[in-house]
């Protein structure tokens, strides 16, 4: 996508320099083309944004309740990162203007990682939880409730810091 974008910004940097009329249609079907090519790069669905999240959301209980405070910073990150992704690659949703509620419950747990602090974590973790449960009822998607994992999402991560 970034090599579009490039050729994008060339084809209309040459536009502006040409002269003939015949240079700027050739020009013209040049941008047009890499603008078909643009809208047809995948791009993905706001389910991949939300499943990619919930393995995170998963992963982040069980770093940290191990004390695992890099991975549960990765983690919470990582959760960050899929939000901003989805206000831009989902901005058409009528889902998306809800998801500034996450924001606090966000910045909460990210505070008790940095902390290390594992009660305020565990509490933080359940705000959370319950702040996604309430997006998904705001937006009518309550069928899909999520709560603190039991088990790992992964059988092949570990979860615990070796001294």
């Not at 020009?27 to 791009?43: F, G, H, M, R």
Request: proline share 6%.
């Amino acid at each position: 996508m970034k090599n579009c974008s490039w050729l994008f910004f060339i084809a209309i940097g040459l536009t502006a320099c040409s002269q003939s009329p015949q240079n700027d249609k050739i020009l013209q079907a040049k941008v047009d083309s890499l603008e078909k090519k643009l809208n047809d790069v995948y791009k993905p669905g706001l389910g991949e944004f939300m499943s990619s999240i919930q393995v995170h959301h998963a992963k982040l209980w069980f770093a940290g309740r191990s004390n695992n405070w890099k991975l549960a910073d990765f983690e919470i990150h990582e959760i960050m990162e899929a939000v901003d992704d989805i206000k831009q690659y989902a901005a058409d949703r009528e889902e998306v203007k809800v998801l500034p509620m996450l924001l606090p419950a966000l910045d909460s747990i990210n505070n008790a990682i940095e902390k290390k602090d594992k009660p305020l974590f565990e509490k933080q973790y359940t705000v959370l939880t319950n702040t996604c449960n309430s997006c998904h009822t705001t937006v009518h998607y309550e069928f899909n409730k999520v709560k603190i994992p039991d088990s790992p999402p992964l059988s092949n991560q570990v979860f615990e810091v070796k001294p």
